[in-house]
């Protein structure tokens, strides 16, 4: 009996087309490679990708590789990673790709060690900072200096400018020197007020030695001497110009009253001080001396004789062209008079002196609210 099978046409077509696929695929030809691992094969490998070779330099040492890469491994296809050149943390690798028998059995260059081009961000804003930042000093000093010289140059001298000590002051005048030259060729009322004000701004104050209610009392110095800095507060104003005046009159000055140096207003910005300044007696007032010393009968005479000898030049009239008034101290006692180092004393304090004028026999009472001390 002949039994016939028949075959459908699409299952018949199927099959013819996968013979075909597996003729096709044995006949394309397999790449060879050489490969540095492959001990059994004869260092040969077989790929339908393509031979890799490559060269790595990491910590002073060179690694050469040989191998296959599959058709799989070729990411992306065009470009695949794996070809691709790469550098980190001082290991550098080169690679070689070929599609050719044996290719990539050639000696390839060795890679020499990067130098630092690939910088970090700290280094990278270091170096477009320090340009920026050097440019912008330059330009700044340039500014500075060209600001300073054109103030420098229409700058108007000012008479209570510190800056123009020396035309008024030579180098190695002192004190007894400006006292003695106003004396012997001036009108005897005082230093010139420029003087003052050269004197006063150049003082470096010590320490201070005493307080009342006018203010305080500082020790100073002028060139290397000692002087007394007697501070007014702003509001005392009337006292301080009082007493100023008082001192600057004419033939005022003796031996036992406080030597008047000069008188000046100090501005710090923020408020204002009232200076005068005077001769400084370390020993302090006489009230202050009795209590830390015995004195002797003589010592006893010498202050006593001084203080009247001072207080009797103040209320004396001296007649004539610069002649002096008759002062009245209205505030006399041991606070107020000043022991010098020879033993002998001097008056101070003369804020509440009056004047009288013989002339018109009136007395030059000062408007101030400021009265002597109770008794």
Not at 292 to 306: D, F, H, N, P
Not at 341 to 369: E, F, M, Q, W, Y
Request: hydrophobic share 35%.
């Amino acid at each position: 009996t002949e039994v016939r099978v028949t075959i459908p046409y699409h299952a018949t077509l199927t099959s013819v087309l996968l013979l075909a696929g597996q003729c096709f695929q044995s006949w394309v030809p397999a790449l060879q490679c050489f490969c540095h691992l492959c001990t059994k094969d004869n260092f040969t490998c077989v790929t339908d990708g393509l031979c890799f070779a490559s060269v790595t330099r990491t910590q002073g040492k060179v690694i050469h590789n040989s191998m296959c890469i599959a058709e799989v491994d070729l990411i992306p296809r065009d470009r695949p990673f794996v070809c691709a050149p790469s550098s980190k943390d001082e290991v550098t690798t080169t690679p070689y790709c070929c599609v050719t028998d044996y290719c990539n059995k050639k000696e390839l260059p060795i890679p020499t060690p990067e130098s630092s081009s690939n910088l970090g961000p700290v280094e990278l804003a270091a170096i477009i900072a320090g340009p920026v930042c050097f440019v912008c000093i330059s330009l700044m000093l340039i500014l500075y200096i060209c600001h300073n010289r054109t103030v420098i140059h229409h700058r108007v001298p000012s008479e209570e400018d510190p800056s123009l000590d020396r035309p008024f002051i030579s180098e190695g005048t002192t004190l007894k020197d400006l006292i003695y030259d106003m004396t012997t060729s001036g009108s005897g009322s005082g230093l010139p007020l420029l003087v003052q004000r050269t004197i006063a701004r150049t003082i470096i104050l010590q320490e201070s030695i005493g307080k009342g209610r006018f203010g305080e009392v500082w020790r100073g110095k002028w060139r290397g001497e000692e002087v007394a800095v007697k501070i007014f507060s702003s509001r005392e104003e009337r006292s301080w110009f009082r007493e100023a005046e008082i001192y600057q009159t004419v033939m005022l000055r003796h031996e036992n009253i406080l030597g008047f140096i000069a008188a000046d207003n100090k501005d710090n910005g923020t408020w204002t001080q009232l200076w005068l300044v005077s001769d400084y007696h370390e020993h302090g007032s006489l009230f202050d001396y009795l209590n830390r010393y015995t004195v002797t009968v003589e010592g006893m005479i010498k202050l006593a004789l001084s203080t009247a000898s001072g207080l009797a030049h103040l209320h004396m009239e001296i007649v004539g062209t610069q002649g002096k008034p008759a002062i009245a101290h209205r505030d006399l006692k041991s606070k107020n008079i000043l022991v010098k180092k020879n033993g002998t004393c001097c008056i101070a304090d003369l804020g509440l002196a009056v004047r009288h004028d013989s002339a018109t026999d009136t007395i030059d009472i000062a408007p101030n609210h400021r009265v002597g001390t109770k008794r």
